[in-house]
């Protein structure tokens, strides 16, 4: 009986139509939101329209090459929907269906059209959509907004051969929004069931070293070898392409790994850890300029603080107290002691001013200045003395020529006065000696007399 009761069941429930979820398309008017059944199905020109009239929806597709003779508004006292050429749906919500009424053609005359119903809005347009009379547009075609996917195929992922991985930006403002790139590595749970765990994340914008152009239009061409995965047979993944800060979800795909053969599957992997080895160098290289920058840095820092310490020195030379009497020695000296030099370049201008006026007259008496000049300029350590050229007057012919006389010669060991020189100086050595005697008595009978 059970067996029999559960037959007539089963042949009950094949009379019906089957029911499976169907994907909804929403429409937004005024603040209210209006859900519809999926009607690409009977998109069959590229023109077409959704119009509302009051809690009805219709959706109507025309053929004609000029939108405009297909379809028009009456924006007038009668908002009317003028057709011809043009077939068209009506939504019956109460069962989630479309509901086909019919197809008007071309009328006579074929200037006129079909009044088939009133409107209050139009929800979506392909086209755009003009007034019957006047021909102005009146509803611009919606733009339908493309979000990011990826250009690579599942296909294409599936069987590892790929090269680079391609993304297209779609209609997103890659200077505004940006794109989150996630990867997850699947682990099975049977049944074609996956446990996905994060693995990297990459963001993507106009700063990306993957950022392209193409047309005009954004593209990202990621390398197989930055994925940073393990491109091997039997290898799980998604990829998901993510709102940056948000929870939308532009697009993604999953994929199993399959078909490649050993070589291959080395190759990929080889790449992989070449791109990793590269990745480490730059790290290091990179920090090991950070630490050469810090280490200039410490090192201006430390002598710095070494200036520091050594103005507050008191036994260093750059105790602060010791410069600051250093600039006021100065300061007094640029104010009452003339600079450097400034007797002798007097001295020269007052020798130039009077041979310019005497000449000749004044001649003998420069002779004797420079020789003078010479003798007052001889080394201490090296007593040198300069005897300068004597030259005839008129025509500046040299009657004798300059003689150099070093005054050590004279006392060094086969000088001439070799012996002279010891008695003078044993005579000024006993001479000083006798003074400190005699100035030592003198004080002592002063110090004992009182």
């Not at 755009?128 to 250009?151: C, H, M, Q, R, S």
């Not at 001013?353 to 007052?376: A, C, H, N, Q, V």
């Not at 006798?434 to 004080?443: D, H, P, W």
Request: aromatic share 16%; charged share 25%; proline share 3%.
């Amino acid at each position: 009986m059970k067996k029999l009761l559960i037959t007539a069941l089963i042949l009950l429930i094949s009379l019906f139509p089957s029911i499976s979820c169907a994907y909804q398309t929403e429409f937004e008017y005024n603040g209210v939101s209006y859900n519809v059944l999926d009607y690409s199905e009977y998109i069959d020109s590229d023109n077409y329209c959704i119009i509302k009239n009051g809690s009805k929806i219709y959706l109507f597709v025309c053929y004609a090459e000029d939108s405009y003779f297909s379809f028009a508004l009456g924006t007038g006292s009668s908002k009317s929907v003028g057709v011809r050429d043009c077939k068209y749906y009506y939504y019956y919500s109460a069962e989630t269906r479309w509901i086909y009424q019919g197809y008007k053609g071309i009328p006579t005359p074929s200037t006129s059209r079909y009044n088939v119903l009133e409107y209050d809005a139009v929800l979506y347009s392909s086209f755009d959509i003009k007034d019957w009379d006047t021909g102005e547009i009146v509803f611009e075609a919606t733009k339908n907004f493309k979000n990011p996917y990826f250009l690579s195929s599942k296909e294409e992922l599936s069987s590892g051969k790929f090269d680079t991985l391609k993304i297209d930006a779609g209609d997103l403002n890659h200077y505004d929004d940006k794109i989150v790139f996630n990867i997850y590595k699947g682990t099975s749970l049977g049944n074609n069931l996956y446990d996905y765990t994060p693995y990297k994340s990459v963001l993507l914008d106009s700063s990306s070293s993957y950022f392209r152009t193409a047309d005009l239009h954004v593209q990202y061409f990621i390398p197989q070898e930055k994925l940073g995965i393990d491109i091997s047979n039997d290898k799980h993944y998604m990829f998901e392409l993510k709102e940056k800060g948000g929870d939308t979800v532009y697009s993604s795909v999953s994929f199993t790994v399959g078909g490649l053969t050993s070589s291959e599957e080395i190759k990929n992997s080889q790449d992989v850890t070449n791109d990793k080895l590269d990745e480490q160098t730059n790290v290091i290289k990179d920090q090991t300029e950070v630490m050469k920058e810090q280490t200039e840095t410490n090192k201006n820092i430390f002598e710095k603080l070494g200036d520091i310490l050594s103005y507050i020195n008191p036994f260093s030379e750059n105790f602060f107290v010791y410069k600051l009497i250093e600039l006021l020695i100065n300061a007094i000296k640029s104010l009452f002691i003339p600079s450097d030099g400034f007797f002798g370049n007097y001295f020269n201008d007052l020798l130039d001013w009077f041979s310019d006026r005497l000449g000749l007259l004044f001649y003998p008496f420069e002779l004797i200045i420079k020789i003078l000049t010479e003798m007052l300029n001889i080394n201490v350590f090296e007593p040198v003395f300069n005897i300068p050229d004597l030259k005839e007057p008129f025509t500046g012919h040299v009657l004798i020529s300059n003689v150099s006389f070093n005054l050590n010669d004279l006392v060094s060991e086969d000088g001439p006065f070799k012996t002279l020189y010891s008695i003078y100086r044993t005579c000024v050595t006993a001479y000083i000696y006798m003074k400190l005697v005699n100035l030592f008595k003198r004080k002592y009978e002063e110090v004992t007399s009182k």
